[in-house]
Nanobody
């Protein structure tokens, strides 16, 4: 079974940077789509970026050009480099690993979340 643990959150001033990490424990991390989601206070959880097993990357519009998602399959690690942070980036950030089974079933794992606060 895959377990995910996020780290790297904290408090940062607008314009600052943080690097979030997601450590995966378990087998075959490399075959999972790895994603970062975030949930701001009073809002629904939303997708921020994802990277599939081949390294194809997608970002949502609000973070394009500021955030960079990456993964190191050998180390079973995922990362989210966040630059030019804005107050609206304040949220709890979650790491997700997803695998689509051949029969259509979805296997989903979530981390516990790491809080990011952007404030002056």
């Amino acid at each position: 079974q895959l377990q995910l643990v996020e780290s790297g959150g904290g408090v940062v001033q607008p314009g600052g940077s943080l690097r979030l990490s997601c450590a995966a424990a378990g087998i075959q991390f490399s075959i999972y789509i790895m994603s970062w989601y975030r949930q701001a206070p009073g809002k629904q959880r939303e997708l921020v970026a994802d990277i599939d097993a081949r390294g194809t990357i997608m970002y949502v519009g609000s973070v394009k050009g500021r955030f960079t998602i990456s993964r190191d399959n050998a180390k079973k690690m995922g990362y989210l480099q966040m630059n030019s942070l804005k107050p609206e980036d304040t949220a709890v950030y979650y790491c997700n690993a997803r695998f689509y089974q051949p029969n259509g079933d979805i296997t989903d794992y979530w981390g516990q979340g790491t809080r990011v606060t952007v404030s002056s």
